[in-house]
């Protein structure tokens, strides 16, 4: 798929004329943060979940931008390419961001409150302090992610991926789901909150420095089987 490139007066151009379709585009260098029209649309409540006009931004290229507290909540951008871009603070609330890339991105502090990041490619990412709550996070890669005192409460990260570059001191995992070979126990967990959390029994021996304490665990023998006695 070939992108379509704008920078960023062509972009905001095409936002005043009503576009909200911005599948395929590749933004360069962009600061979102000056464009007070951008801004003036993504200051909207976070409780309007359910916007009859998102902004659509599939498999779209965000390149090296910077949109350091912007809000970019309900936006579809499945497969987009956030890589080595200043999204400090910024809000992702109830967007689809399936399978989409943050390389080496700024994500510190970000809103990632209900969000569907099936497959999202942190690696080298630094999402320390980021609100990953109640958010969809199946095999999603966290290699070499920086995540010091992040909130993963109530989210699903069954079968995602960490290694021994991954930094997870402080990070809080109560009533999480880490079902399923995520990885957990090749990283750096010291001092990471574990409560209620759910696991396997498989998981919770290889977790051999925390799994003393199994009364900070939910463990299921045979997950596959709990869910087909539940339907």
């Known amino acids: 798929m070939r992108l379509e490139s704008k920078n960023g007066k062509e972009f905001i151009k095409r ?16 600061n979102f ?12 409540e976070e409780e309007k979940s359910k916007q009859t006009d998102p902004l659509i931004f599939t498999e779209s290229n965000f390149i090296r931008c910077s949109a350091s507290g912007v ?5 579809y951008a499945p497969r987009a390419n956030f890589s080595n871009s200043n999204l400090a ?8 961001l399936d399978g989409a890339i943050f390389h080496h991105s700024n994500l510190r502090k970000a809103n990632f409150r209900h969000t569907y990041l099936h497959g999202a490619d ?26 010091i005192e992040t909130f993963f409460r109530f989210s699903n990260l069954s079968n995602s991926s960490f290694d ?17 070979n995520c990885d957990l126990h090749k990283s750096s967990y ?4 574990f409560h209620q959390t759910l696991v396997t029994i498989d998981d919770l021996k290889k977790l051999e420095r925390i799994s003393k304490n199994e009364d900070n665990f939910v463990v299921i023998k045979d997950l596959k089987r709990l869910l087909k006695d539940n339907l």
């Open 190 to 193: 010291n001092e990471a909150i």
């Open 164 to 180: 021994k570059f991954t930094i997870l001191k402080g990070a809080d995992f109560a009533w999480a789901n880490l079902t399923y």
């Open 122 to 147: 942190f690696e080298g990412a630094n999402i320390s302090g980021a609100h990953i709550i109640n958010s969809f996070l199946e095999f999603a890669k966290l290699k070499g992610t920086i995540a």
């Open 89 to 96: 603070s910024i809000s992702f609330y109830n967007a689809n």
């Open 33 to 44: 943060t000056i464009y007070p029209e951008f801004t003036e649309y993504t200051c909207m």
């Open 71 to 75: 809000n970019f909540s309900n936006i």
């Open 15 to 30: 936002y005043r004329n009503g576009v909200r379709n911005f599948s395929g585009l590749e933004l360069k260098d962009i």
